[in-house]
């Protein structure tokens, strides 16, 4: 019999860092010490735990980081509280990847780029634009815009500052929505402060976030001038198979799990807004 | 008798007695029944109907539709009025949203019993005294009107209405209805006989919830099986255990409230005797805890929600020769 | 090439059968029970139209464990017991049944293909039964199936006491040549032609008398987004009751969860049959995006009439078996939805 | 098949479920007092007879128990004063329709256990033990993905 998609593989967690109160970032390795399989960014994995939960949680690390994988998990249900609960050196089981991935290859590519992201919704970004920086010289300007309730939500803030804010040709925008004490960046949701940067329609836009800031943001930028087929989102539905075969992740003739869970809001367009 | 309904359902529509009529309609075949929800006069002349396929039990549907606006006009066959006692007993109707009208039933057919028996084609059906006239592409066919009725109808419990606010046609009696006879066979058999009838009859469960969705009894907003918390709930693999632990805690969480309406039996796309559980039940109450209709009058108190602190049976009886 | 073969020799056409692999027939455990089960001698074929269960079980079953894990402090250990399927037949498939596993595949083998659906796929051998009563609740021409003809690996008629027999695929043939048919006195020749000829056309004539003869699907590839913007899904969904018996009967619904089950010495991963009626097939820690009854059951019919042609060259979901018409509790069935989706229409283009 | 045992270590495996008020103490008092009772029986406390929802019941037999007994407080005397007089009328229900689905009526059991009767739960304990002992293991209600192999 040969070995296929539906028989996880058995995962360590080597490290697991604390983002903010409620997200943590799990490092992830084959029992042999590598990493488990290769992916492209924006595509998905099958995380689980025996007897607590499967869930479909996307990789954040970049594909160019070739020891390991990276999840930012934020602590929302069964699963998630048991991962957060768990320490170093714990099995889990994994099988994957799965889904389309970022066009990084082929549209993406000798474009400028827009990350506008909200929340945990930087973790599928997060591994683009590690990778984008990784190949810099494939892609033109990167502006990244992320948001999130306060300064302490503020997902993987370190490494933005560090070094992100520090790559040559591209523009970090941190915001929060409500003021605070030790806070003198912008204050803000997202979707205005899009349309305050003013970003010029040459970049190609990639949203990712919750459902009504996505929603916002779409009408901000679809205001500034960007066609639909430009601006890029990731989907979120109920997954148990990941192989496009179980049906819940159905939307009109598109599976998210396979065909997605990356669309271009052109291709959501054609289909029912059931999501 | 259709004609009379429609009659009535168009006056009260048109007094503005209620605004709406909750009745059947069918789609391409005479027993193709769904509950229909009739907005205008029209709509029911156009649409109602009243054959011996209304098997369908419109009261669990008032729990929906009597929390929307307007007054609701109900056509309730005897057993329904049960379902109608035990649902206001239980609260979970708002009695003055609802017009129910009583109207009498001589026992309902399923067409899968005709499917069963080896009539196929059907086009259409007349009744001719004690028969049945199936007029099939293949030729008139003959089914007594008796074998062809459901289960629950053979063995009907009561044809007199326990509620309504109109009454057409003559009221019936309690009947008395040898319901429990199954339930004595059963009782007769050895415990590995009976282990080997249920194993038979349930390992067909395809899990489907049909039994307990149609139930009017099981109303709880959020079902002990639907609770992926609860460790059982409804896709929880089938298996031996799994099947018997559904249907057995299905049937304990029902008994003292079942009116035994038998729409559990009707809908099984498996045919499992389901009624003959509840039945089980039904029969054990009566006989330790008195005679007990669940619905007969509205808030009565269930059996199992009662007790008396010095006559109630020791548990032990059941290993002394049990419930007799 | 088509062999008669006497009726009554069909016990000894089927004990031939069961000793070269695994043999399944459709049995009557009552009047109103039929099953497929595994053939035994004294077991008599069942002539009724439709099992209880559609014949996907074999292929797709109810539960299918999956793998087993061991937790031991840090550790996990799976542990993978499929083993590979042996060859078997099933026999007395219906024409409908035998389409839904063309449709099962479009889903279960496209890339990624599922193994275990492929292991029990590719061993079976399908030999089909033709109708020869059809009833009312049969449409399965509307998707354009011969019930007198059915496909599948070979295939069986039935009609006057003669047993008539045709393979044809290779497996299908392989497997008749392999019978030793001289022991049942069976002949192959011109007149099991005529005769199978014949048959059939008595079979389309007795269709044409259907009242769901004349019943099309429409295709509506093209009006994806209208029909599931149209207000037929509030009527039609308000009388459903939510349970899942119409996906459970389908031969064609192929949702599954994967659940664990725990059973105190290790946990079991296993895959058993879902249903999108359900409200908690699509919720997540955030909700779901299918908050009604109205989402879920619109999901469900334009799954079928709509997405999977779209996926499929305009094939269809539905092989118009009628389990869902005889076995929905308040008999909203898919015919009910296709007649309001064509009066849907003809609405849009009057106005 | 039911009646006999498979192999010579067989030892019934019983659950009892015990009110925290009367039979956990009448247990507790068997135990001060070093009065033997089976070690077959595994005590799981519960605050009264009537939490008892009869899937707990149903879950110890798919897990391989081979009889299932419930302790109580005499009627009359529960610390909530009726939680066992709805025991005993569903107890009495359920054992009787486990009964009807063919699980021997002799593998359930309630049992009125106060917290001076240290004596009287170890009686209770050994002829329970020994009545399920004759009768052999439980295979009909049992869920195979329990067994330990």
């Not at chain 1, 957060?84 to 549209?107: C, K, S, W």
């Not at chain 1, 590690?130 to 990244?144: C, E, Q, S």
């Not at chain 2, 009017?216 to 099986?225: G, R």
């Not at chain 3, 009312?136 to 295939?155: L, M, N, Q, V």
Request: net charge negative; charged share 25%; with cysteine.
């Amino acid at each position: 019999m040969r070995n296929e998609e539906l028989i996880p593989r058995v995962g360590v967690v080597t490290q697991i860092r604390q983002e903010t109160p409620d997200v943590k970032t799990f490092r992830v390795v084959g029992t042999d010490g590598k990493k488990l399989f290769e992916h492209i960014p924006g595509q998905c994995a099958m995380l689980s735990v025996p007897g607590v939960g499967e869930a479909m949680i996307s990789i954040t690390s970049s594909p160019t980081v070739e020891e390991y994988m990276e999840f930012s998990i934020k602590k929302v249900g069964v699963l998630t509280s048991w991962l957060h609960a768990m320490e170093p050196g714990q099995e889990i089981l994994i099988r994957g990847p799965y889904g389309n991935g970022f066009p990084v290859d082929t549209t993406f590519k000798g474009r400028d780029l827009l990350f506008i992201a909200g929340g945990i919704g930087l973790a599928p970004l997060h591994s683009v634009i590690n990778y984008v920086r990784a190949k810099r010289d494939n892609y033109g300007h990167i502006d990244v815009v992320y948001g999130s309730r306060s300064k302490e939500d503020l997902v993987d803030l370190a490494e933005m500052q560090n070094e992100w804010m520090n790559e040559k040709d591209m523009n970090v925008y941190l915001t929060i929505d409500r003021e605070e004490q030790g806070w003198d960046g912008h204050v803000g949701f997202v979707p205005n402060y899009v349309q305050e940067l003013n970003f010029p329609t040459s970049e190609t836009a990639i949203i990712c976030g919750p459902p009504v800031m996505i929603h916002f943001t779409l009408q901000g930028l679809q205001k500034l001038g960007f066609t639909n087929s430009q601006v890029f989102t990731t989907m979120e539905m109920r997954m148990k198979c990941g192989i496009g075969k179980c049906g819940r992740c159905n939307i009109g003739d598109k599976y998210v799990c396979k065909d997605g869970p990356v669309f271009s809001f052109d291709e959501l367009g054609e289909l029912p807004d059931e999501y | 008798m259709q004609d009379e309904l429609i009659k009535r359902a168009c006056e009260l529509l048109d007094d503005g007695t209620v605004n709406r009529v909750l009745g059947w309609s069918t789609g391409d075949f005479f027993y193709d029944i769904t509950p229909t929800v009739f907005g205008s006069a029209e709509d029911v002349k156009k649409n109602f109907v009243y054959n011996d396929f209304c098997g369908a039990n419109l009261s669990k549907y008032l729990i929906a539709e009597s929390q929307k606006e307007g007054k609701i006009a109900v056509f309730l066959k005897p057993c329904d009025t049960y379902s109608f006692n035990q649902l206001m007993t239980e609260h979970r109707l708002k009695r003055e949203n609802i017009y129910a009208i009583g109207i009498p039933c001589d026992g309902k057919v399923s067409a899968e019993t005709l499917h069963d028996a080896g009539i196929h084609g059907i086009l259409g059906v007349k009744r001719d005294g004690d028969d049945l006239v199936c007029d099939t592409v293949y030729g008139s066919r003959r089914m007594s009107f008796d074998a062809a009725q459901d289960e629950r109808c053979r063995s009907c419990k009561s044809r007199r209405h326990v509620v309504y606010d109109e009454l057409l046609g003559e009221e019936g009696e309690v009947l008395d209805s040898h319901r429990f006879d199954e339930v004595e066979k059963l009782e007769a058999m050895t415990p590995e006989e009976r282990f080997n009838f249920w194993q038979g009859e349930l390992s067909r469960c395809i899990r489907c919830n049909a039994c307990r969705n149609v139930c009017p009894a099981c109303n709880c907003e959020l079902c002990v099986f639907d609770n992926p918390k609860s460790g059982v709930f409804s896709k929880a693999a089938s298996n031996d255990f799994e099947d018997a632990n559904f249907h057995i805690i299905r049937a304990f969480h029902v008994a003292g409230r079942c009116t035994d309406c038998g729409e559990c039996s009707r809908v099984c796309p498996e045919h499992i005797p389901l009624h003959l559980l509840n039945r089980k039940f039904i029969k054990d109450i009566d006989t330790l805890y008195g005679d007990y209709q669940a619905g007969e009058k509205e808030g009565q108190m269930s059996p199992l929600s009662a007790f008396t602190e010095d006559k109630d049976a020791e548990p032990s009886i059941v290993q002394k020769g049990g419930i007799r | 090439m088509i062999t008669r073969i006497s009726a009554d020799r069909l016990p000894d056409l089927l004990r031939q059968i069961s000793e070269l692999e695994k043999l399944y027939i459709p049995v009557d455990k009552s009047e109103k029970i039929s099953v497929f089960e595994e053939y035994a001698p004294g077991k008599v074929m069942s002539t009724k139209l439709n099992t209880l269960r559609s014949a996907k079980d074999f292929f797709f079953p109810q539960v299918q464990p999956m793998a087993k894990f061991r937790m031991e402090g840090k550790k996990i250990e799976v542990i993978d017991s499929r083993t590979e399927a042996q060859d078997y037949c099933i026999f007395g498939v219906r024409a409908c049944d035998v389409r839904s596993f063309d449709i099962l595949d479009r889903v279960f083998l496209a890339d990624p293909v599922d193994t275990y659906y492929e292991n029990r796929r590719k061993h079976a051998t399908i030999i089909s039964f033709a109708c020869s009563e059809p009833s009312e609740t049969c449409f399965c021409h509307s998707f354009g199936i011969d019930a007198a003809k059915p496909a599948g690996d070979a295939r069986m008629w039935m009609a006057n006491d003669i047993i008539y027999l045709e393979g044809i695929s290779e497996k299908g043939k392989a497997l008749l040549e392999k019978l030793d048919l001289a022991a049942l006195d069976a002949v192959t020749d011109e007149k099991a032609e005529r005769d199978v000829e014949a048959e059939e056309r008595r079979v389309h004539e007795i269709q044409q008398k259907m009242p769901l003869y004349r019943l099309t699907p429409a295709d509506n590839r093209e009006k994806e987004l209208a029909i599931f913007h149209s207000p037929i899904w509030k009527e039609l969904s308000d009388k459903c009751l939510g349970c899942g018996s119409c996906t459970f009967v389908c031969p064609t619904c192929q949702c599954f969860d994967i659940e664990d089950f725990d059973g105190g010495h290790g946990v079991e991963r296993y895959r058993c049959w879902d249903s999108c009626m359900y409200k908690d097939f699509t919720m997540m820690a955030a909700g779901t995006p299918r908050k009604t009854q109205l989402e879920r059951f619109r999901q469900r019919f334009m799954h079928k009439l709509v997405y999977y042609p779209i996926r499929n060259d305009g094939m269809y979901s539905c092989v118009g078996c009628g389990r869902c018409l005889r076995r929905c509790p308040i008999h909203m069935n898919i015919v009910k939805v296709m007649k309001a989706m064509e009066e849907d229409a003809q609405c849009e283009t009057k106005n | 098949m039911q009646m006999t045992s498979d192999n010579e270590t067989w030892e019934p495996k019983i659950i009892a479920f015990c009110c925290n008020w009367c039979s956990y103490s009448g247990a507790d008092l068997a135990g001060t007092n070093r009065l033997n009772y089976p070690a077959n029986v595994k005590i799981i406390r519960v605050p009264c007879s009537c939490r008892i929802n009869p899937m707990f019941i149903l879950r110890a037999f798919q897990r391989g128990a081979d009889g299932v007994i419930i302790c109580g407080c005499h009627p009359g005397d529960c610390h909530y004063m009726t939680g066992n007089y709805h025991t005993r009328r569903r107890m009495t229900l359920l054992f009787s329709m486990l009964d009807y689905l063919g699980i021997e009526k002799e593998r359930t059991r309630v049992e009125w256990v106060s917290a001076a009767e240290g004596q009287r739960f170890v009686d209770v304990m050994d002829d329970f033990v020994g009545q399920i002992t004759k009768l052999g293991r439980c295979r009909r209600l049992e869920d195979l993905r329990c067994r330990t192999n």
